[in-house]
Every structure is written in structure tokens, then in C-alpha cells.
């Protein structure tokens, strides 16, 4: 029966009645105005009461649980709801401290929160209600479930019934034949075994056309001890010798397998376990392994290292990197493993220990012809392609991380090795960088000549010419940073690392001995080099300048090159390669740079001074030539006439040192100042012989071709030096008239003028003792009594051409 429903004052309102909840709505706002609480805050407290009174489950926890703000919230208006309340002593207090205004709004409030009990009170109720009814109509259709189910269950049980009776007569029924079944079992078995063994040649011919070799060995070592054990019976016997022929077939076939290149490591671990196990040789076996190894390695390492066309220097040599750690690596690991599975394997007395420790050290022997053969092919990629030196040690550490395992197995062995290899490594890689720059540095001279030989003003020549140094800056500069990479490759071997200082050392000079080198090979020299390290600079370097024409302004910029070098370059580089050495993590010692730079600069100097004077010496045998032409079609030996001004080839001397004078003051930085002609100097017989034969004798031994000062003055009177010396010579092989030696005098005379305003005063005189040589050796030479033009004369015919020089 279903209970009947609540009374209706405890019923909640129907949805006609919808004045109840506002009305209560009303009240709670009544009572936030009079009690200060926030109506959220209070239904939380009054469902809390609820829950308590009714008993409801988790009630304490959450209250427990409130927030610490509601705690104290209801701490501060709960004193009604405490244990032990006393109404009237409550109103008395009230009354007696509270004014009436303070009486009537706690009686409005205690009222609004009666309100709100008895409204949720009835929800409470009601909800109660619903869900005890919906808990009863669950039963009853629970009830009338069951009741439905029992004609099946009597039907299952009855289905049981009869399953253990046919299971109990087929027990009966086959219980008498189970022994004669397991005999007939039993026969089959063993039918089946003789089947195999009759059939055992068979299958190991298979085998042997499959190259299932394993198989084979597997089968044999089965069927063999019983084939043996009753050998005496003919049919056995018969089976055992062709067992015995098809093994020995199968040998053969893994002995030459076993030394091919063809097969893999795993495929030759279970050959030769295969051919222990038919019981040949362990040291046999062994060697053989180790020789089927070695081709197979080789024929790796081949392929690893075969270069597609095209691609860069980076690229190739990481892919055959990265080849070899994938493949070549890890197939020597395997061989490794595999050589130490044979062993394994191998048991015996002492005498197969001692054969033991010899596989060992043949197994030492195939790792380090392995690896040593892994590092040349290494190398030699290196040496053809120059990857830079960043992408080189991420190859080598691929390389270094491939062979753990290996290092693993044989820790002493491959340290040894791959130490003596990143130290090689490092050691070409540093040689290769400073090559390279080398070799791009001639090809900015080689640039820079081009562009001399294009005609180009001074200026420009003196953009590109400072855009050289730069470039040439840079690159060794960069060398030297690239071997940062290297000298971090080989930190943890000490002597290494000062092997590699060493060689840091020695390739800085041999840049810079490159260049010096090229500097004087490209005037048709042969280099004499300073710098202890590189006694013979490379060919090719000096080959290329070698063939170079001649051109004047990069034979200047040659000579500025040189002594910018030797003035900032050199100090530069060797205090950022002692910094880098300083800096590394590699614990070298930077003192072991040691600072070669006297030698170098020595080398630079050398260099800077074989630009200048071959500079010098050819301008200065230039206008000996045009001096040369002059003396030997002028006719001085016929002059009919007295002169009536300079010859035209002053004119032209004029025009040539001007050009040269350019050029020194520009590539040199040395512009030339005005000079007087306070200091100027005639050429005439007025001198006593002792000072004519003074004058002889130092023009004779003076040093035409000595070294030339690095300035423009020094450089322009040894290009006078070398002309005047020609005409002195030249004067000594003509015979001359009086009005050729007059002609003779006067082109003396403004040559001696003009000279003196290119070079130094002591300078001039040396120059003018040469010229006075000249005047001196046609006065010998005159066939007629000599006779000179009066000083005054001279004065006047220079005075005008030398102004009409000047206007020019």
C-alpha cells in the first residue's frame, strides 16, 4: 500500500500559490535590513540547522567545511542556536540595554527567520516525500520481475541435470580404450622419429641449397649420437654416411662462406658457431672470421666514402660521416661482439687458453687496422674537400659517439687510437684553414693587379688597395677563430692541444710567409725566408704571382701592403691566437706561442723593401732608356750648331718622375713639399783637378742599386740614381763635339734642377756628382778643345724651359 501524502499545512505551495515565496522573499530582505546578514549566508545557516535536526549525512562536514568568513560570521549572530539558550534571559538583556526601536527589529528578525525555517522545513518534506515514492514503485516492479523469472530457472537446472548425465556416460564409454590410445600415441611418435632420421639427408641437402646452414647443424647435432649409437644396424649406417657426406659438403660451404665480404656479422657468428659445433679448429675458425671481417669492413669503408658529383666540401664529408657511424661503426661492434660470442663458446684445456690470448691479440690487430683505416679515409676527405672547422668536429664527434660501445669493449686500445686521431685531425684541419686563406689571399692580390693594370686614378687604386688589406686582415683572422672549434676537440689530451699551438704557430708564419714570398717571387727573385718553421713556402702561391706582368702601382701597393703588415697585422693575429689559447677550456699553455713576429716582420720587411727597389729600379731603367736613345740618336758627335735649349728627352724625364712622384706620395702617404732653387748647382770646368777627380771617384763607387728608404724622396732619388748613373755610362761610350757636350752640359744642368726638387738636399748632391761625371767624361771625349756655356747662359736656357715645365 502507498502512504498517504503529508497534511496539507506541511505541503509546499502549489504553483498557485506563488504569493508564499514572494511574501517570504519580502521577509528575508526584512531581515537583512534588521540583522545585517546576507540572505545566501543565512539559508546556508538554516540549511545547516535543518541537516543537524533531521539527522542528514554530512551535515558536520559541511559545516566543518564552510569558509573561515562564514564561520565567523555565524560565530557573531549564533547565540540562539547554542546549547543551553535561555529565551528569557535573552529578552531581559534586550530590554534592559536596548531601546524599543532595538526590541522591534530583533522580533522582526527572529520572526523572518521562522518565516524561513518553516518554508524550508516543508521543502524538506516534500522532497522526502517524492523520493520515498518513487522508492516504493522501484520495489513493487522489482517484485513482480522476479516472479516472472522462475518457470526459466526451473528450466536451467534442469538443463544442468542432463549435462552431467551425457558427461558421465561418455567418461564411462571411453575410459576402456584410454590405454590402447596412448600406446598407439606412443608408436606414432616414434615413427615419426625414425621418419626424421631416414629423412635427415634429404633435409640437410635442402639446407644446404637454402644456405640454411644453421638449420643443418641443428638437425645434424640432433640425429647424429643416435645414428651412432646403433650404427651396427645396416640401415643407420647407411643413413649416417650420408648424413656424414652431406656435412662434409656443408663445411666446404661455410669455410668459403665464412672468408667472404659478402656476409653479414650475425650470418658469420653462426657460421663459425656452426663449424665449432661440427667440431673443427677454434683457432681456425677464429682467423677466418677475423679475414671474412676485414674484407667486409673494407668493402664498407669503400662505400661510405664515394662522393656524389657536385655538392659542397660540408655536405660531402658529412654524409660519408655519417655513412661510416651508421654502417661501418656499428658493423666492426657487431664483429667485435660476434669474435667474443665465438669465444665464449670455445672450451678446452690450457693450450686453447694460450690459442685464446693469441685471437685476442689478433682481434686487437683487426680494431686498430679498422679504425686507423676509418681515420685515413677521414683524413684524406678532409685534405681534398676542406669542410670548415665547425662542421668538421660535429663529424668527428658523430664519429666519437658511434664508437662508445667499441670504447667500451676495448677502452685502452681505443683511446689510444682515436687520441692519435682527433690530434691528426686537428693538426691537418688547422694546416688546411691557414691553406685556404693563403690561397684567397693570392687571389686578392691577383684581383688587386687587375685592377692596377685597369688604369684607374690613384684614388680608387687606393680604395682597392685598402679593401685588399682588409680582406686579407679578415681571413687570417678568421684562421685563427676556426681553430677555436679544433683546440676544443682535443681539450682532454694536454699534448695535443700544445701540438696543435705549435702547429697554429707555424702555419701564422707561414701565411705571412706566403705573402712575403709571393711578394718577392713576383719580381723574379728568389724568396729567402727568415721564420725558422717554413724555410720553403708553397709553389703554387708563388707560381700564380710569378706570372704576373709588370705593373708599377701594384708594385707599390705590394711595398704598402708589406709595411701595413708588418706594422699591425702580425701583432694582431699572434695576440688573438694567444687569447684563444688563453681563453680554451684545453689547459694549453700560451706561452708555447711563442711570438715570432722579428722574424716575420723581418720577412715583411724583406718583402716591403723587394717592391720598392724593383719598383725603383725598373723606373729608373725606364728613363735610362729614354736616356740611352737620346745620347746614341742625337748625334752629339756632329752638333753643328750651339744649343738653344734642353733636349726634348728632359721633357720627357720631367713627365715620368711626376707620374712616379703621384704615385709614391699617394700609396706612401709622403706628399711632396715646394722646394727653391737656392741650392742650385753648376756644371762647369771652374773646379780644380783635385776636385773633378774627387767628384770621379765617388760617382764611380757610389751604390746605384742599393737598398732604397721606404719614402718617396728615397724612392725618387734611387730612380735618379739608376738614370744618371746610365747617362754617366752612356756618356763614356759617345765622343762629342763642342756644341754636343754644350747640349750635354745644358741637359745635365736642368736634370740636376729638377731632381733637386723631388729628393732630399743631400740626396741632390750625390745626384749632382753623377751628373757632373757625365759632363766630365764628354769633356774627355770632346774631339775639339772643350769649351762649356758660361754659367749665366745656362741659368737663362734652364730658367725658361723650367718655367714652361712648371706652367705645364
Known amino acids: 500500500s502507498q502512504p498517504s501524502p503529508p497534511p496539507s499545512h506541511c505541503r509546499p505551495p502549489t ?20 540583522t545585517g546578514q546576507a540572505p545566501e549566508e543565512r539559508r546556508r545557516r538554516v540549511g545547516s540547522m535543518l541537516s543537524a535536526f533531521y539527522g542528514i549525512e554530512g551535515a558536520q562536514g559541511a559545516c566543518s567545511s564552510s569558509s573561515p568568513a562564514a564561520t565567523a560570521a555565524s560565530a557573531a549572530v549564533a547565540p540562539m542556536d547554542r546549547q543551553g539558550f535561555d529565551a528569557q534571559q535573552h529578552f531581559d538583556g534586550l530590554v534592559a540595554t536596548g531601546t524599543v526601536a532595538d526590541v522591534l527589529k530583533s522580533a522582526n528578525a527572529v520572526n523572518a527567520q521562522v518565516k524561513d525555517l518553516d518554508g524550508d522545513m516543508n521543502m524538506v518534506i516534500y522532497e522526502n516525500y517524492n523520493k520515498f515514492i518513487r522508492a516504493t514503485e522501484v520495489t513493487t516492479l522489482v517484485k513482480t520481475s522476479v516472479s516472472e523469472l522462475e518457470p ?69 647435432s640432433t640425429c647424429v649420437k643416435f645414428l651412432r649409437q646403433y650404427k651396427q644396424v645396416n640401415t643407420f649406417r647407411a643413413v649416417l654416411e650420408d648424413v656424414e657426406l652431406q656435412m662434409g659438403r656443408i663445411r666446404s660451404a661455410l669455410d668459403s662462406r665464412l672468408c667472404s665480404s659478402e656476409l653479414s656479422s650475425k650470418d658469420a657468428v653462426n657460421s ?87 685471437a685476442r691479440e689478433e682481434l686487437d690487430n683487426f680494431v686498430s687496422t679498422a679504425v686507423e683505416a676509418l681515420c685515413q679515409r677521414i683524413a684524406e676527405l678532409v685534405e681534398r674537400r676542406r669542410p670548415p672547422a665547425q662542421a668538421l668536429v660535429s663529424c668527428v664527434n658523430n664519429i666519437r659517439d658511434a664508437l662508445r660501445r667499441l670504447h667500451s669493449l676495448m677502452p685502452r686500445l681505443l683511446a689510444k687510437l682515436f687520441s692519435s686521431f682527433l690530434s691528426r685531425i686537428a693538426t691537418d684541419a688547422t694546416r688546411l684553414l691557414f691553406e685556404k ?48 672549434p679544433l683546440l676544443d676537440l682535443i681539450s682532454s689530451d694536454k699534448a695535443a692541444c700544445q701540438q696543435l699551438v705549435r702547429t697554429l704557430e707555424d702555419q701564422l708564419e707561414a701565411f705571412v710567409a706566403t705573402f712575403s714570398a709571393g711578394c718577392i717571387a713576383h719580381f723574379g727573385e728568389e724568396p729567402k725566408l727568415n721564420c725558422p718553421s717554413l724555410r720553403s713556402p708553397p ?74 727597389g724593383h ?37 720627357m724625364i720631367f713627365k715620368e718622375v711626376q707620374g712616379f712622384d703621384a704615385q709614391l706620395a699617394k700609396l706612401l702617404g709622403d706628399p711632396r713639399k715646394t722646394r727653391g732653387g737656392a741650392n742650385r748647382r753648376n756644371f762647369s770646368l771652374s773646379k780644380s783637378p783635385m776636385e773633378l777627380e774627387i767628384e770621379r771617384q ?95 747662359d745656362v741659368e737663362a736656357l734652364c730658367a725658361s724651359k723650367r718655367g714652361s715645365f712648371r706652367a705645364a
Open 15 to 34: 504553483p498557485s500559490g506563488l504569493a508564499a515565496p514572494r511574501e517570504m522573499t519580502g521577509a528575508g530582505d526584512r531581515a537583512l535590513k534588521l
Open 152 to 220: 526459466d530457472m526451473g528450466k536451467l537446472e534442469t538443463s544442468f541435470v542432463q549435462i552431467a548425465e551425457h558427461q558421465r556416460k561418455v567418461e564411462e564409454g571411453v575410459y576402456g580404450r584410454a590405454r590402447e590410445i596412448e600406446l598407439l600415441l606412443k608408436r606414432q611418435r616414434v615413427c615419426k622419429k625414425l621418419q626424421v632420421l631416414f629423412e635427415l639427408p634429404t633435409t640437410l641437402q635442402r639446407c644446404l641449397d637454402r644456405g640454411a646452414y644453421g638449420q643443418a647443424c641443428e638437425a645434424y
Open 272 to 358: 663459425s658457431l656452426t663449424l665449432l659445433d661440427l667440431g673443427d679448429e677454434p683457432a681456425r675458425i677464429l682467423r677466418d672470421f677475423l679475414i671474412g671481417r676485414t674484407a667486409a669492413q673494407r668493402a664498407c669503408l669503400w662505400r661510405c666514402f664515394v662522393e656524389e658529383p657536385g655538392g659542397d666540401a660540408e655536405t660531402a664529408v658529412r654524409r660519408a660521416c655519417d655513412l661510416a657511424a651508421d654502417t661501418y661503426v656499428l658493423e666492426l661492434v657487431d664483429a667485435v661482439d660476434g669474435f667474443g660470442k665465438i669465444q665464449e663458446c670455445v672450451r678446452g684445456d690450457s693450450s686453447e687458453a694460450a690459442e685464446g690470448r693469441d
Open 437 to 484: 686563406a693563403a690561397a684567397y689571399m693570392v687571389s686578392d692580390l691577383i684581383a688587386l693587379h687587375a685592377e692596377c693594370n685597369k688604369g684607374a686614378t690613384m684614388d680608387v687604386l687606393l680604395v682597392e688597395v685598402g679593401r685588399t688589406e682588409t680582406c686579407v686582415v679578415h681571413r687570417i683572422l678568421s684562421a685563427v677563430e676556426d681553430c677555436r
Open 539 to 612: 709553389c703554387e702561391p708563388l707560381e700564380a704571382l710569378r706570372g704576373l706582368v709588370w705593373c708599377g702601382p701594384f708594385a707599390l701597393a705590394l711595398a704598402w701592403l708589406a709595411r701595413r703588415f708588418e706594422e699591425r697585422v702580425v701583432a694582431k693575429a699572434y695576440s688573438q691566437a694567444q687569447a684563444m689559447v688563453a681563453s680554451a677550456e684545453a689547459g694549453a699553455d700560451a706561452s708555447a706561442l711563442s711570438d715570432q713576429s722579428a722574424a716575420v716582420g723581418a720577412d715583411l720587411a724583406c718583402a716591403g723593401e723587394a717592391a720598392l
Open 615 to 651: 719598383f725603383v729600379r725598373v723606373s729608373g731603367q725606364r728613363l735610362a732608356h729614354f736616356l740611352r736613345n737620346a745620347v746614341q740618336r742625337r748625334g752629339w758627335a756632329e752638333a753643328a750648331k750651339a744649343p738653344t735649349e734642353p733636349s726634348l728627352v728632359v721633357e
Open 698 to 792: 765617388w760617382a764611380k763607387k757610389m751604390q746605384v742599386f742599393a737598398p732604397v728608404p721606404f719614402n718617396r724622396s728615397g724612392a725618387l732619388s734611387g730612380i735618379f740614381m739608376v738614370a744618371f748613373k746610365a747617362l754617366f755610362e752612356y756618356a763614356r761610350e759617345e765622343t762629342f763635339t763642342t756644341f754636343g757636350l754644350q747640349q750635354l752640359q745644358l741637359d745635365a744642368e736642368l736634370l740636376g734642377e729638377l731632381a733637386r726638387d723631388f729628393v732630399e738636399a743631400e740626396d741632390a748632391g750625390a745626384l749632382g756628382s753623377l751628373l757632373a761625371e757625365a759632363v766630365s767624361s764628354g769633356t774627355a771625349r770632346c774631339r775639339e778643345a772643350p769649351t762649356l756655356l758660361q754659367a749665366s
